[in-house]
């Protein structure tokens, strides 16, 4: 079985600051990992994944994510946050043998302080 | 290319009434799927569809959900009777043939009085 655990409900940071957002799984097979932002009123939105190759993973919006395996984490971050930035974002999994099923985390909240 | 939409976007219902979601996948996308989020915790995955077909219903919480995808095009989400626990957003998501490419709908936020 796999699970996925996002240590922070909420993260307030000021505009400009750098920003950590954790995510760490379990799982006893081979996993892809992806984290997703819904910004408010919408819908998820890709922001990068993990297949294979790089353990670093560049995405849309300045967001990279380093893949660890002997950790099992897969932290976002971002050097420069924005407003725009605001939102909620979800780390997940799912099995690379199938890669149907989805596990999700609970989310974190970013806030970003003008 | 018009993504994933779901209708309604948001339903306010009493308990036991019925309530019916739907979700329009991505053109050609054979692998369509349902996810919840109640509120406060993660998104779980509900069922998977491939075509017409129910490929993985195993995170169904019980015999009030019905889905269903006549014709292998859009799906329907029936709950009968709502209970007050099955408030939350329901996310519908396809895929093509690979099934890690998932493209999620904006949700529809149910809410069971």
């Known amino acids: 079985a796999q699970s996925v655990t996002q240590l922070d409900s909420q993260v307030p940071v000021f505009e400009e600051a750098p920003v950590e957002l954790r995510c760490n799984y379990s799982s006893s097979v081979s996993v892809y990992l992806f984290w997703y932002v819904q910004y408010p009123n919408q819908g998820l939105q890709l922001l990068l994944k993990?297949?294979?190759?790089?353990?670093l993973v560049k995405g849309i919006n300045g967001f990279e994510a380093e893949f660890n395996k002997s950790q099992t984490s897969f932290h976002l971050r971002k050097p420069s946050v924005h407003i725009s930035d605001t939102a909620e974002y979800f780390c997940a999994v799912t099995h690379s043998y199938t890669g149907n099923q989805f596990y999700f985390g609970t989310g974190t909240s970013l806030t970003v302080i003008p | 290319e018009a993504g994933v939409t779901q209708f309604p976007s948001h339903s306010v219902i009493e308990k036991g009434q019925t309530v019916t979601l739907r979700c329009d996948p991505i053109?050609?996308?054979?692998?369509l799927y349902w996810y919840r989020r109640v509120m406060g915790k993660e998104i779980k995955f509900l069922l998977h569809f491939v075509k017409e077909s129910k490929q993985d219903e195993s995170g169904m919480p019980n015999n009030r959900f019905l889905a269903e995808r006549t014709g292998g095009t859009y799906s329907t989400l029936k709950v009968q009777p709502a209970e007050l626990e099955d408030s939350g957003v329901y996310f519908c998501?396809?895929?093509?043939?690979?099934?890690?490419?998932?493209?999620f709908g904006p949700g529809t936020r149910l809410t069971v009085l």
């Open positions: 053109s050609g996308h054979d692998n």
């Open positions: 998501a396809s895929s093509g043939t690979r099934g890690y490419e998932q493209f």
């Open positions: 993990y297949l294979s190759g790089s353990t």
